[in-house]
């Protein structure tokens, strides 16, 4: 008896105190697969663009999806998303939701409000990719026709991944790294930016540079090629190219980036930081795109020279871009400094705002070829 | 004596030979097989006997040439007081004469193909041997088949069948002890054990378990199984049976005990591990890989077949996140005009695949070109096509049958407890179904055959120990035997402990 009692007093709370359970059919859900959140028309906060999936009926026409856009208008974000009950006759589910695109002009206004509710509510993952429109609207970005995806959201969250992947050229930010970066001292935000690319027989849209932010306010745009550079510094390679020339300023030689790594030491001496930015990169000769054996005449030490004046030249100029145009910390050198050595961080962290457009920067870059696909020719003299 | 068929010492009442047959007669009143015959020695005509046997039990050709023809043909002395004594000794040829005047002793010789033969003046009848009937020949088990390995398999001759055994284990070490079962069916019954390897805590347990037996009749060994095992309402056997030699004999040389009984090829053997349910006779006659990974395919097969449904319905109803965006859209789209909830149309499935294996298994086989046409088109084809079940769940159902059919010992096992689980997934989601195994596997380590943990793995220190269970290794690394089957472990000569 009193084993059966214990058992279950068990079971009643293995039962009761699991948390959130529900059962719900899987066609009665709105798949969304992409937001967009604009300033609010007739007197709303936000106005946000819902893409959703529209499936075939039945297996017999194996219906490929089609996107739906709905559009509503909301206090906040979950007064939208409800909203959006009243036209639709499924509950809207964000759990394979993949990018939310902000409007340029919410995003000047600070972006900490629209993220709390995809950070509070449990269908909406914390890997959320964000983007920023350069666009007038978010919105419209969704309203496109998709090119090579079947999804507009899908196929912008897959350029993205394969973008910041294969070509470096722009971040992909999820949703907890946003809010780890707006909550860290000394590191500031940049978001990816998506803009229309007009095209003859109707645009698409591209990932171009990153939006750069103030705390949670954006405050202007990096191009691809700062944001590469920006990626270097964030040691956030994984792949992509880098372009050089025998002269500065050439392009006409391309490396691929095998695999890179940065290290930033900071040094500080009085009030003013000394950043030591030691960039070591692995790459391949893959293209030179000029009629002259530039390699073989010259020798891949010489060739990876080049590489290394392009190298160090990017990213010095984008640092000082930074500084001087938008002195937001988006390279992270302030938490480098908070990490190394705190003690320091602390004297400086209540005036960083100033200090980083001051900060002294040097950049050593130090690039390896370790291949070069060269074609041997083996006899037959 | 309670029962009317048992005559406790009941003997014959006088030395009058008509009388004898008569009392015997009236035994088996009502009982037309009953043949008797009269005859007397030509010599000395006062030298009558009486033969009576059971048609059809007895070889015609044994009573006729080694029992008839030599009483005829001997020359009796004049009056022979003793006349039983005379042919028991002197006349007959049969290899087992039996001298009795008991009535039980005599019945039950009747009904066994033996030949009772009475003579004038003698209280005492004989009990020759001449049992005789038509067996099934010698054939490969149907439930059992190999593709390499031994091809013979048991039928339903307890001698014949013991013979087989002793075939193959030619020691006197193997003991084979008389049992019989059944207060009406009175069936024969072999304890089959290696003296020197049985776990005596094991024979003792068995030996009380099946003296507490009071059945009418066994006509199959699962009679005796179910009286006999532990966990009596569980789907875990945790007594085995097969119908090869070759496995009974294995298993004897592993410490455990055989039970054969008369009429039926099945026999049992004990203790009985659940990772026997995985292993099969032929894993030890291929290449040790193979049979390794046949054995892990098999356990694997269990694992799916038992919870694949569930799992299916945890991830569509309550899971969606989990599931991956192309497949949640291809699924979504199957479901898309389905009127039943996932979880009813997933029961619905299994209780039809159930139903399609069950008239399978029962119906006559030239009905087969008729089912898989009907299962297969019917119920899987047009009842996606009319939308009354979606397609992943005709997968899911499938995949979760066929890899039942991988597991055939565990199938009355999967069967329920794949109906738990999904019922637990159905209320609770991937949350509840966690609960559900875990109240399984408690279930299973709880259990016990004959003293011995049927899932020993956690009691297990030697490594020895491990390499038949999950893996078959290869005989030049197995040394010893499990050590909690068998009280002597060495199975290679200078191998494993001394």
Redesign the interface.
């Known amino acids: 008896m009193k084993r059966m009692l214990a058992l279950a007093a068990a079971l009643l709370m293995m039962l009761t105190f699991t948390g959130c359970w529900n059962y719900h059919e899987i066609e009665t859900l709105q798949i969304v697969s992409g937001v967009a959140v604009d300033v609010g028309r007739n007197g709303y906060k936000y106005h946000v663009t819902f893409e959703c999936i529209k499936l075939g009926q039945g297996s017999q026409q194996p219906g490929s999806p089609q996107p739906v856009i709905l559009e509503t208008d909301g206090n906040t974000i979950f007064d939208a998303v409800r909203s959006a009950l009243n036209e639709s006759d499924k509950k809207l589910y964000f759990s394979h939701c993949e990018i939310v695109i902000l409007s340029k002009q919410l995003a000047r206004g600070g972006i900490k409000s629209i993220l709390d509710w995809f950070m509070r509510d449990a269908e909406p993952r914390d890997t959320l990719e964000f983007l920023v429109s350069k666009e007038d609207t978010a919105g419209i970005i969704l309203q496109q026709k998709p090119k090579t995806g079947q999804v507009m959201s899908y196929q912008i969250s897959n350029a993205l991944h394969e973008s910041a992947n294969a070509a470096g050229k722009n971040l992909h930010v999820q949703l907890y790294q946003i809010n780890n970066t707006l909550n860290t001292p000394g590191s500031d935000l940049s978001l990816p930016a998506i803009e229309l690319k007009p095209e003859a027989g109707g645009g698409t849209v591209q990932v171009e540079g990153d939006a750069v932010f103030q705390e949670d306010k954006m405050v202007g745009w990096i191009t691809a090629d700062q944001a590469k550079a920006l990626n270097f510094v964030l040691n956030k390679i994984s792949g992509g190219l880098l372009l050089t020339g025998k002269q500065p300023g050439e392009q006409d030689l391309s490396l691929e980036i095998i695999s890179s790594s940065t290290k930033v030491t900071p040094v500080v001496t009085g009030t003013v930081p000394t950043m030591n930015i030691n960039i070591h990169t692995m790459a391949a000769y893959a293209e030179q795109n000029s009629t002259e054996d530039v390699l073989t005449k010259e020798g891949t030490e010489t060739v990876a020279g080049y590489a290394e004046r392009t190298l160090k030249a990017d990213v010095e100029n984008t640092i000082k871009l930074v500084q001087e145009q938008y002195g937001t910390d988006i390279f992270d050198f302030g938490s480098d400094i908070n990490q190394s050595m705190p003690g320091e961080w602390d004297k400086l962290k209540n005036n960083w705002p100033d200090t980083f457009k001051k900060l002294k920067y040097h950049v050593n870059a130090e690039v390896e070829i370790k291949n070069a696909a060269t074609v041997v020719d083996k006899g037959g003299k | 004596m309670t029962n009317s068929d048992s005559f406790g010492t009941a003997k014959l009442p006088s030395n009058d030979l008509e009388a004898n047959v008569k009392y015997l007669c009236n035994i088996f009143k009502d009982d037309d097989t009953l043949i008797k015959r009269f005859f007397s020695s030509a010599h000395e005509p006062s030298a009558k006997f009486c033969i009576l046997f059971s048609d059809g039990m007895i070889n015609n050709k044994l009573i006729n040439e080694d029992i008839i023809r030599p009483v005829l043909e001997y020359s009796f002395q004049k009056d022979d007081p003793n006349l039983i004594q005379t042919v028991s000794e002197s006349i007959t040829l049969s290899n087992s004469v039996e001298r009795t005047d008991q009535v039980e002793e005599l019945v039950q010789g009747i009904v066994y193909g033996d030949t009772i033969l009475l003579a004038r003046g003698c209280q005492d009848a004989l009990v020759l041997n001449t049992k005789g009937w038509a067996v099934r020949s010698i054939a490969e088990p149907e439930s059992e088949r190999v593709l390499r390995g031994p091809r013979e398999g048991f039928n339903e001759s307890l001698l014949m069948n013991l013979s087989m055994l002793r075939r193959k284990l030619r020691t006197p070490d193997l003991k084979m002890k008389y049992r019989a079962f059944g207060t009406r069916s009175k069936t024969k019954a072999c304890l089959c054990y290696l003296d020197s390897l049985v776990n005596k805590s094991v024979l003792e347990e068995l030996e009380k378990r099946l003296d507490r037996i009071k059945i009418d009749g066994t006509l199959d060994t699962n009679y005796i199984a179910e009286l006999i095992k532990d966990s009596p309402f569980s789907a875990i056997k945790t007594v085995g049976n097969t119908e090869r030699p070759d496995v009974v004999a294995g298993r004897l040389l592993e410490g455990r005990i055989a039970l054969f009984l008369d009429g039926t090829p099945s026999v049992l053997t004990v203790p009985h591990l659940f990772i026997e349910h995985f292993q099969s006779d032929e894993d030890y006659y291929v290449h040790f890989v193979f049979s390794s990974i046949g054995r892990f395919l098999r356990i694997f097969a269990f694992v799916i077949s038992l919870t694949f449904p569930a799992v299916y319905v945890a991830l569509?109803?309550?899971h969606?996140?989990m599931i991956p965006?192309q497949l949640?859209?291809?699924?979504?789209?199957?479901?898309?005009?389905?009127p039943f909830?996932?979880?009813l149309e997933t029961v619905f499935m299994l209780v039809v695949f159930e139903m399609l294996r069950e008239s399978g298994a029962r119906m006559p086989g030239i009905m087969g070109q008729t089912l898989s046409i009907v299962g297969a088109l019917v119920i899987g084809q047009a009842a996606?096509?009319a939308?009354l079940v979606?397609?992943p769940i005709i997968i899911v159902v499938g995949l979760a049958g066929i890899t039942g059919l991988m597991v055939p010992r565990l199938k009355g096992y999967i069967l329920i407890h794949r109906f738990c689980l999904l019922f637990c997934a159905?209320?609770?989601?991937l949350?509840g179904l966690l609960?559900g195994i875990v109240a399984l596997l408690v279930g299973i380590f709880g259990m016990h055959s004959f003293g011995v943990p049927i899932v020993p793995d956690i009691h297990l220190k030697n490594p020895q120990e491990y390499k038949d269970i999950y893996f078959r290794f290869p005989w030049s690394l197995m040394k010893t035997r499990p050590g909690y089957l068998s009280e002597n472990e060495v199975r290679q000569a200078n191998g494993g402990k001394k």
């Open positions: 569509v109803t309550f969606q996140e965006t949640l859209l291809s699924i979504s789209a199957a479901r898309q005009g389905v909830p996932t979880a996606v096509d939308k979606s397609a159905c209320i609770l989601g949350y609960l």
